[in-house]
């Protein structure tokens, strides 16, 4: 798991002041840098992506990146690499899970942070603590309780034991995130709105949760990529092929015991990040959006 | 954080309290897991639903669900569901089912995992138990594997034996002679050092054994002690392994054997270890996965039988995986039907070929090993062969054989790069491997 980059609150803006022009030399000295870095940390990428395009036997005896003979066989093999399920199925699954997940997580999380941020009640910082705690946690030490009570409710083998504790406010992160977040609105703003006859439930529609945009985008990207990556629990829960994800699809490629089919893997590999690369490419902009404007006028 | 919540009293040791009381809350959570149920949903009008999973690639799927389809012809009141997944997130997956109290009515289970399921009651006893399989057709040797105490708990499918993968081609352009089964550990030493001279060092003669924990027990077996004994210790002496350590760097410093950073890659798996790239010209390894080292290659690859010592090859049969039926499962009978369907049916092995290796029924076996060919050939004739070479199957390793292996991998890793000598090694090896047998 890598540290998420937290949405820094908004501050008043500076004026940045243009620098002056630097030589063309160093420009020019600069930007090679980057691309050397950027070609560094895109190499992997670039060689999934050749591989995908390789026949079978150049990929263990050829260490170029990029493929000699060019065969596009990789795509359909792997679509079609499991009896009776294509992978299109593996990503409608995925997508509803993913989206679901989001949607889950945005709408639980933020009400919970603003119950944390905005409303007195008791017992507050010592839920506030359990839920933070949470965090801490492995999952690996809950999954075997959760296991047994969605078995229980009937859910195994069903997207609800993987959906439903969305909605309930379990991702202490983007809770604390969110309440992170909030703290730093104003408060006058919450009174002006109180003056204008809002309730609580008011504030937060039209007040506090449009201030909070940058947290909400920042969860949304995390929530959907995490989901989207995610093995472990798709795998205990799900035991049909056709209710399989694209991680579980992806990873019925590589048995050790048997055969491992690269071409194919490199092929659906690439076809499982469109969609996350995607999604960052059209919240990113609102991200950058959000983080400027921060509703106070001055 | 311009404006905090108000909040009354002393800060430090609200958030303590807070946190404490979190955790008494997480831990009696964690605490109710009860695993108390079973698994498989009732279907209506006294149709039995079964759940079958097992571990491999989409190939083993689709044969194992054709031998499923014919079961269910043949037996109108049973439909079964299947699931699976590969090895690693296989067993996970498993581990967690069984202890949420949900695991399938058959299921496939690793050797190294079956003391521990059979010691915390998961499995039910084939022989006995309220639903039997027939094993008179299995060779009684191999079953025993599937053995715990007095109890037939699982019924071994898949037979694997010890071997050298020998890239034939390599040694035909060296103009060195494929070794012949009965050679010795001198002859492989010659034989080995011999490919090295052969190509100028560019290729060494076999992949250094001595991370390789089953190769230290064929070489322990032909030494006439077990790996492990009957309590679950460990059934050798600090001089045992050093003796095998200093053999594989005698080995290895000569250039007989491969490198350090070349031995490394043989955790890589078969088609990124040294007899893939061809640094080595043969490897240990069990016959069961001489077709991925095939598909890794472009030459000619054969078996021979491991080198002996006073004519004992240490070789056996090792289950290479096995089938065993939930002990919480509501319908044992119909689950140990189909178990004795996959394992005996000459039907079922027609639908499986050679997905799960040799078929366990030995009468069935004979008859899919005369119609075989390619690679399956290779195996068959192979496992044929050394048929009369064969030790005594020994009982399933204890809990903690995994963690072993990898302890071996890394000690011999430090040995081999020269930074401890196989004595020290030995030594904190045997420190190392009985704290995990006794945690």
């Known amino acids: ?298 | 954080m311009r404006s905090r919540a108000r909040t009354a009293g002393p800060r430090r040791s609200r958030t303590f309290r807070a946190a404490a009381v979190a955790v008494t809350v997480a831990a009696s959570l964690s605490l109710t897991a009860c695993g108390s149920g079973s698994s498989g949903s009732d279907g209506a009008g006294g149709a039995v639903k079964l759940s079958f999973s097992w571990w491999g690639d989409a190939s083993r799927a689709k044969a194992t669900q054709d031998a499923i389809a014919l079961f269910e012809k043949a037996n109108p009141g049973i439909t079964v569901t299947t699931q699976y997944a590969t090895f690693g997130p296989y067993n996970q997956k498993l581990a967690t089912q069984i202890a949420g109290g949900g695991a399938p009515d058959l299921m496939q289970i690793d050797w190294g995992n079956q003391s521990q399921y059979a010691k915390s009651s998961t499995l039910l006893d084939l022989a006995t138990g309220s639903g039997t399989v027939d094993i008179s057709g299995l060779d009684a040797k191999f079953v025993g594997s599937g053995k715990d105490g007095s109890k037939q708990v699982a019924i071994p499918f898949g037979q694997a034996t010890q071997g050298f993968v020998v890239n034939e081609a390599k040694l035909k352009s060296l103009g060195v002679d494929v070794p012949k089964a009965g050679w010795t550990w001198d002859d492989l030493a010659a034989f080995a050092k011999q490919v090295h001279d052969a190509s100028a060092g560019k290729v060494a003669g076999i992949s250094d054994p001595g991370s390789t924990w089953p190769a230290f027990q064929s070489w322990l077996v032909q030494h006439g002690k077990p790996l492990y004994a009957p309590d679950g210790k460990l059934g050798f002496t600090e001089a045992d392994l050093t003796d095998f350590w200093a053999f594989c760097t005698g080995l290895r410093k000569s250039g007989a054997a491969t490198p350090a950073n070349v031995t490394a890659t043989l955790t890589a798996g078969p088609a990124e270890d040294p007899l893939a790239k061809g640094t080595a010209a043969a490897e240990w390894d069990y016959d069961s996965i001489f077709a991925s080292h095939v598909a890794a290659t472009k030459d000619t690859l054969t078996l021979v039988p491991l080198p002996t010592v006073n004519g004992r090859t240490g070789m056996y049969a090792k289950p290479s995986m096995l089938l065993s039926v939930y002990a919480g499962s509501k319908h044992p009978k119909e689950a140990a039907k189909l178990l004795s369907f996959l394992v005996n049916d000459p039907q079922a092995a027609g639908a499986l070929g050679s997905s799960r290796g040799m078929f366990p029924n030995v009468e069935v076996r004979k008859q899919q090993a005369a119609s075989a060919t390619g690679n399956n050939k290779v195996v068959s004739d192979f496992e044929a062969a050394s048929a009369t070479l064969l030790s005594a199957t020994p009982s399933a390793p204890p809990k903690g054989d995994g963690q072993l292996l990898t302890l071996m991998q890394r000690i011999y890793g430090a040995v081999s790069f020269d930074q401890q000598s196989p004595a020290q090694g030995a030594k904190s090896f045997m420190q190392q491997a009985q704290q995990i047998l006794a945690g």
């Not at chain 1, 889950?104 to 839920?127: K, N, P």
């Not at chain 1, 709105?193 to 920042?218: E, K, N, S």
């Open chain 1, 1 to 298: 798991m890598s540290d998420p980059i937290l949405a820094a609150a908004p501050g008043p803006l500076t004026a940045a002041r243009r620098p002056r022009r630097r030589g063309t030399g160093r420009t020019l000295l600069w930007h090679a840098t980057v691309v050397v870095i950027v070609l560094v940390v895109v190499y992997p990428v670039i060689w999934m992506l050749g591989t995908s395009f390789k026949p079978a036997t150049e990929i263990v005896t050829s260490n170029r990146p990029w493929p000699l003979h060019w065969t596009t066989q990789n795509f359909p093999d792997g679509w079609h690499a499991n009896p009776s399920v294509t992978f299109g199925r593996f990503f409608t699954n995925s997508l509803i899970i993913s989206v679901c997940a989001v949607v889950g997580t945005l709408a639980s999380c933020s009400l919970a942070a603003y119950a944390f941020s905005r409303l007195q009640f008791r017992g507050r910082s010592v839920l506030f603590g359990a839920m933070v705690v949470t965090i801490l946690l492995p999952y690996h030490v809950l999954i075997v309780p959760q296991y047994a009570i969605f078995k229980q409710f009937g859910w195994i083998n069903t997207d609800l034991p993987i959906i439903a504790p969305k909605f309930l406010a379990t991702e202490a992160f983007f809770i604390f995130l969110m309440v992170q977040f909030m703290r730093g609105v104003p408060r006058e703003i919450d009174e002006a709105a109180r003056m204008d006859g809002c309730g609580p439930y008011r504030t937060f529609f039209h007040v506090l949760l449009p201030l909070t945009r940058p947290a909400l985008i920042t969860s949304a990207i995390f929530s959907f990529i995490w989901t989207w990556n995610d093995f472990f629990t798709q795998l205990v829960y799900l035991n049909d092929t056709a209710n399989f994800t694209v991680p579980i699809g992806l990873s019925l490629f590589v048995d050790q015991t048997t055969m491992t089919s690269y071409g194919p893997m490199m092929a659906m590999s690439i076809l499982a990040l469109l969609p996350v690369f995607l999604f960052f490419l059209a919240f990113q902009r609102l991200l950058v959006d959000g983080a400027t404007s921060s509703g106070l006028k001055g």
